[in-house]
């Protein structure tokens, strides 16, 4: 399915490269594992393959499907719900999708809230690993550096 050199997103966790695969023992049971190097935080992260469908692994987006990401993140959305907790779990849910136009909405709205009116200690982690999660995707997507991402990020949310 996929091969050592692969870039592929891992939802909840990011993208990364895959750079080997291995087989483990665990619990007297051998499976083979993807391992990705993770290009922020320097994390490793064991894949087993028999559940990458299960996982939603998927190969990242091209560079011009990143710009389009960028280009929606300047576009106005939808409050959502004024519950605070149901909004958390919307939220959640997006993200766990894998898709990154989903992230992408998610950054973006939590990023406005916070900007108009402050966000809960649940929603600033959450938008802090959406944040992680997008950034891991595009730095990969344009063979950027996660400085340049940021920095781009930064002035498409100054703009409002």
């Not at 619990?27 to 469908?53: A, C, H, N, Q, S």
């Not at 939220?91 to 406005?112: Q, W």
């Not at 891991?136 to 100054?158: G, H, M, N």
Request: glycine share 6%.
């Amino acid at each position: 399915m996929f091969e050592v050199g692969d870039r592929v997103v891992y939802p909840m966790h990011g993208a990364g490269t895959i750079t080997a695969i291995e087989e483990k023992e665990f619990l007297g049971e051998t499976k083979r594992y993807y391992i990705m190097e993770m290009p922020l935080g320097d994390m490793r992260v064991m894949v087993p393959m028999d559940k990458v469908d299960s996982l939603g692994l998927r190969y990242i987006i091209s560079a011009e499907e990143a710009r389009e990401v960028l280009r929606e993140l300047c576009h106005d959305h939808e409050q959502g719900s004024k519950n605070w907790n149901r909004r958390y779990r919307a939220n959640v849910e997006k993200i766990k999708t894998g898709d990154i136009f989903a992230v992408g909405e998610v950054v973006r709205s939590l990023s406005r809230r916070e900007m108009e009116k402050g966000l809960s200690t649940g929603e600033k982690k959450l938008l802090n690993n959406s944040r992680q999660i997008l950034v891991s995707e595009l730095v990969l997507a344009q063979e950027s550096s996660e400085e340049d991402v940021l920095e781009e990020l930064e002035k498409i949310f100054a703009l409002d």
